[in-house]
């Protein structure tokens, strides 16, 4: 199946970077976002994102413009009823997902494939309000979405063999690297790596290390490129919290409880960098 037109639905932190992604590998991309305010936001974040790209020799001038000019912004859903193939990445909560893709269903061609960009949620349930549980898949790309090579395509129960090839070769075509996962809690990465953020944020918890030397440890020890509290900051806490949570709801298993810590760093909004404060303080410059 040819993908000639692409929708996000959501131009947030993830949703905007894979606008950022589409656009750059020549497709016209639209994106929704719920109010105007939200959208000159999303729009102006992938803007900075391109320059960025830009300054770093990463994309010249010219191949910035035109990825620019392929991104429409609007706040109708009804826009994305020429879309070929469409990806929600919307806050994780299933009752939102889920209306957007009830009404998905309504406004775009049966064709239309449609992708959520869930870390955690259980794709059955996602797909279920949608009229089309065969054309559904998961396409679970990672922050910074411009940067990072993964995408994990998810397979549903229902998820057909032609759909989960189209949903390969159209990440193949972002120039991103896709592995397979099963419909299943935390899929392949998170359910690897929130186990041992929590863990981290344990060791600190427990005054068993400082969060400098935490950090410093899995750097320069393991050659992670961040360490697991800064990177926790990165993700946001209250991603970290709500991932935690499933994944404890799920599989059941004491050792991925979220730690008291976390819980109630989130309850002081201490979200990470997307609040100004987590375990770090970006508010100092
Ligand atoms: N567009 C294109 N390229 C960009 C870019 C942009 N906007 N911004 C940065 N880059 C490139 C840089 O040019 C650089 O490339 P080279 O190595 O080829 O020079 C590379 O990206 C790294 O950039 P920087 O040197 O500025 O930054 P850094 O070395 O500090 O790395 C980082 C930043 C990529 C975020 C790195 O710290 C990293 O990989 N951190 C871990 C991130 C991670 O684990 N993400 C997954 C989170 S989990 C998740 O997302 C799943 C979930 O559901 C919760």
Redesign the pocket.
Same mark, same amino acid.
């Given at each position: 199946m040819e993908i000639k037109t692409v929708g996000v639905v959501g131009c947030g932190q993830m949703g905007g970077g894979i606008v950022e992604v589409i656009a750059k590998a020549g497709y016209p991309v639209i994106t929704r976002e719920i109010n105007q305010e939200l959208l000159d936001k999303g729009l102006a974040h992938i803007r900075k994102?391109?320059d960025?790209?830009v300054q770093?020799g990463? /994309?010249s001038p010219e191949d910035r413009d035109a990825a620019w000019s392929r991104i429409y912004g609007t706040l109708d859903l009804a826009d994305f009823a020429q879309a070929d193939f469409v990806i929600e990445a919307i806050i994780e909560r299933m009752d939102l997902k889920q209306a957007v893709f009830g009404d998905l269903s309504n406004i775009c061609p049966p064709t239309t494939i449609f992708a959520s960009n869930t870390?955690?949620l259980n794709l059955a349930e996602v797909a279920a309000t949608s009229d089309r549980p065969d054309r559904f898949l998961g396409t679970?790309f990672?922050?910074?979405a411009?940067?990072?090579p993964l995408v994990e395509i998810v397979r549903a129960l229902a998820t057909s063999d032609k759909t989960l090839a189209t949903g390969q070769a159209f990440v193949i075509s972002l120039g991103k690297k896709p592995i397979l996962a099963k419909d299943s809690p935390g899929f392949v990465?998170?359910r690897l /790596?929130i186990p041992y953020l929590i863990d981290a944020i344990r060791v600190f918890e427990h005054g068993l290390a400082s969060r400098d030397d935490i950090d410093k440890g899995m750097k320069l020890g393991a050659g992670h490129?961040?360490g697991p509290l800064e990177?926790c900051d990165?993700?946001g806490l209250d991603?970290m919290l709500y991932?935690a949570d499933v994944l404890y709801e799920e599989l059941g298993d004491a050792w991925l409880k979220a730690p008291p810590l976390l819980r109630r760093m989130v309850a002081a909004g201490y979200l990470g960098r997307k609040s100004g404060r987590g375990f770090y303080d970006y508010n100092k410059s």
């Open positions: 994102s391109m960025k790209a770093r990463k /994309l870390s955690s679970h990672f922050n910074p411009p940067v990072m990465v998170n /790596l490129p961040m990177l990165y993700i991603t991932v």
